[in-house]
Nanobody, 123 residues
């Protein structure tokens, strides 16, 4: 079992930056691929970014590519999402996810989900 706790959400203005953190506990963090999904009010949940067991392997949704960066610190059991040039359309609840097997942009790949952290970007 893996527990995921997100932090770092908040209210910012368009163009600002924000860094989300997700700390995992319960199993060997480095064995898991990690990712972020988000869900805006009235919209479907969507993939944001993922990072494999190998820190060099990352993927991003087209909507955030070039603005967001996912990274991980296995010594701290933490994955980060650095968000730059934020837009109002980035407003959503952001969920940290973990998978012991495989990785990618599909939600079904991720067995463990955090409770989410709210990010609100005002125009």
């Amino acid at each position: 079992q893996v527990q995921l706790v997100e932090s770092g959400g908040g209210l910012v203005q368009a163009g600002d930056s924000l860094t989300l953190s997700c700390t995992a506990s319960g199993r060997t963090f480095s064995d898991y691929s990690m990712g972020w999904f988000r869900q805006a009010p009235g919209k479907e949940r969507e993939f944001v970014a993922a990072i494999a067991w190998s820190i060099s392997n990352t993927i991003y949704a087209d909507s955030v590519k070039g603005r967001f960066t996912i990274s991980r610190d296995n010594a701290k059991n933490t994955v980060y999402l650095q968000m730059n040039s934020l837009k109002p359309e980035d407003t959503a609840v952001y969920y940290c996810v973990a998978s012991p097997t495989g990785w990618g942009s599909s939600a079904y790949m991720y067995r463990y989900w955090g409770q989410g952290t709210q990010v609100t970007v005002s125009s």
